[in-house]
């Protein structure tokens, strides 16, 4: 099967959790036109920005990686759809932690939420790789995955810590998105190689 019509999808799907979420945030009401009256928006606001920063690493990883498959199947259009699935509950989880303060349950649902999003890329990543060949370039690329598996761990040590200071939590949940920054270079060079 030809891969575009998943691509649109998960493009659009992805697109309208980022316009949720925006949405989610509600202005003061009342007459309030200081910029003081928008302090009480900051956790709102800081949750908002590290959920549309893992949106954006899911949307630019899921485009690099579909730029070298040839083609889909069935498995790759399910495990595509539980990614874009847990995708879908981030604005939940982002609304639930922002408006309580970064408080233990909220923080871990947002955690276990992300920990679900890795979970799902990882096995999206798994079927590709299977239907592509452990040779192809995206097998290459993906290789022992340490990204992946050093994501998880970070998640699930924030889960935990949630519990003493979900502060810490919120942290460990910002280094993975630094470490995922950065889509994999080979993925890109190849792409580059191929377009000259």
Not at 147 to 175: D, E, H, M, Q, R
Request: net charge neutral.
């Amino acid at each position: 099967m030809h891969k575009g019509r998943l691509e649109a999808f998960s493009d659009g799907v992805i697109a309208i959790i980022i316009t949720i979420m925006v949405l989610e945030i509600k202005m003061p009401g009342g007459h309030h036109d200081t910029l003081a009256s928008l302090l009480p928006l900051y956790p709102v606001f800081i949750s908002y920005v590290m959920s549309f920063v893992y949106i954006g690493i899911y949307w630019n990883n899921h485009h690099h990686m579909f730029q070298v498959v040839k083609s889909v199947n069935g498995s790759i259009l399910w495990a595509n759809l539980h990614l874009l699935f847990w995708l879908s509950l981030v604005p939940l989880v982002t609304e639930w932690m922002g408006e309580n303060n970064f408080t233990m349950w909220p923080t871990i649902a947002y955690g276990v939420s992300l920990i679900m999003c890795a979970l799902a890329y990882t096995l999206l990543a798994i079927v590709l790789v299977k239907h592509e060949g452990k040779e192809s370039l995206l097998g290459r690329a993906v290789g022992q995955d340490w990204k992946g598996k050093l994501s998880i761990l970070i998640y699930a040590t924030g889960i935990a810590v949630a519990w003493v200071n979900p502060c810490i939590s919120f942290a460990l949940y910002a280094v993975v998105a630094c470490v995922w920054f950065i889509p994999d270079r080979r993925i890109e060079k190849k792409v580059m190689k191929e377009e000259n």
